[in-house]
């Protein structure tokens, strides 16, 4: 609001590959073939899958908060 820009001000036709539309994501998404495997007093080997697009760094922070 304060430079009074849009989403349009950020296409740039002179480098279209540079360009990104954007898109919605799921506020939920499932986490399949989660694994928690203990290996010692202070250390965890987690594992699991995700759908394309979403970030297993968020599912971590989460799984720590």
């Given at each position: ?8 001000d950020f ?29 010692n007093e ?9 759908q394309k ?13």
């Amino acid at each position: 609001e304060k430079y009074n820009l849009s989403s349009r001000d950020f296409i740039i036709r002179q480098f279209p590959e540079l360009t990104e539309t954007g898109g919605m994501r799921k506020a939920f998404i499932p986490v399949e073939k989660l694994s928690i495997e203990k290996l010692n007093e202070t250390t965890y080997r987690i594992s699991f899958s995700l759908q394309k697009g979403s970030y297993a760094t968020n599912v971590i922070k989460e799984m720590f908060k």
